[in-house]
């Protein structure tokens, strides 16, 4: 599954606003400065924040 690039320029963290980068291997996106992650269900971005959650460390 690919996210269009047009959708992904202004998709951003809803915490903090930061820009979102796709991760297609793990079909999510991911907020590197916060390393936070969001689910894509369906091909559409969740971006609620009750369904996001942190990742530990530098990984993802």
């Known amino acids: 599954m ?4 047009n959708l992904l320029e ?3 963290d809803p ?5 979102l980068t796709f991760i297609d291997s793990k079909e999510i996106l991911y907020n590197p400065k916060a ?3 969001w689910s894509i269900k369906d091909g559409i971005p969740v971006l609620l924040p009750q369904k996001e959650f942190f990742t530990e460390g530098d990984g993802i």
């Open 2 to 5: 690919a996210i269009d690039s």
């Open 15 to 19: 915490f903090d606003g930061e820009p």
């Open 10 to 12: 202004i998709l951003a």
């Open 35 to 37: 390393r936070r992650t």
